[in-house]
């Protein structure tokens, strides 16, 4: 299994997951990042991030490299942002919806307060994907390494 987690990360969180991810898995990593930054400190960072959540922005992203012929898994990372998955991963899904056709699916949301059951849900009506070969929800107030370890043996096992 050749694996690719794909994440956007705005406060660090999704990007550790991310990189713990990857050494377990030994999956390569592709951070992904909007030509304009959204706010990152207070209230802007909650009513910017919150408003594109909800209306499904899809802001143009830096320029990177997916060769999607190099990796059957690809693992999704996001924040939660107003019960949804952050922006920049909408646009790399639309921009790479066909590429993601054959792939095995996997999906992991860091959030503060709750809803990752509910950002899981709309990244996965959004891919189109009925299931996911593993999904992970990782709140700040819990310990994440086992979670960790218990994704990513989901993906290993299949």
């Given at each position: 299994?050749?694996?690719?987690?794909?994440?956007?990360?705005?406060?660090?969180?999704?990007?550790?997951?991310?990189?713990?991810?990857?050494?377990?898995?030994?999956?390569?990593?592709?951070?992904?990042?909007?030509?304009?930054?959204?706010?990152?400190?207070?209230?802007?960072?909650?009513?910017?991030?919150?408003?594109?959540?909800?209306?499904?922005?899809?802001?143009?992203?830096?320029?990177y490299i997916f060769n999607?012929?190099?990796?059957?898994?690809?693992?999704?990372?996001?924040?939660?942002?107003?019960?949804?998955?952050?922006?920049?991963?909408?646009?790399?899904?639309?921009?790479?919806?066909?590429?993601?056709?054959?792939?095995?699916?996997?999906?992991?949301?860091?959030?503060?307060?709750?809803?990752?059951?509910?950002?899981?849900?709309?990244?996965?009506?959004?891919?189109?994907?009925?299931?996911?070969?593993?999904?992970?929800?990782?709140?700040?107030?819990?310990?994440?390494?086992?979670?960790?370890?218990?994704?990513?043996?989901?993906?290993?096992?299949?």
């Open positions: 299994m050749k694996a690719l987690v794909i994440f956007y990360s705005m406060s660090g969180n999704t990007k550790k997951a991310a990189k713990e991810i990857a050494a377990i898995t030994g999956a390569d990593t592709l951070e992904l990042y909007p030509l304009q930054k959204y706010p990152d400190k207070g209230m802007k960072k909650f009513l910017w991030g919150g408003k594109s959540a909800v209306m499904g922005d899809k802001p143009v992203l830096q320029p999607s012929e190099k990796y059957d898994t690809v693992i999704f990372g996001s924040p939660v942002w107003a019960s949804s998955f952050a922006p920049p991963l909408r646009t790399f899904i639309d921009d790479n919806r066909d590429r993601l056709e054959n792939k095995r699916l996997a999906a992991y949301v860091c959030f503060m307060g709750s809803s990752g059951q509910k950002a899981l849900s709309k990244l996965k009506k959004f891919i189109g994907a009925a299931n996911l070969e593993a999904e992970l929800e990782l709140s700040d107030k819990e310990e994440k390494e086992n979670k960790i370890k218990e994704f990513c043996e989901k993906l290993n096992k299949q």
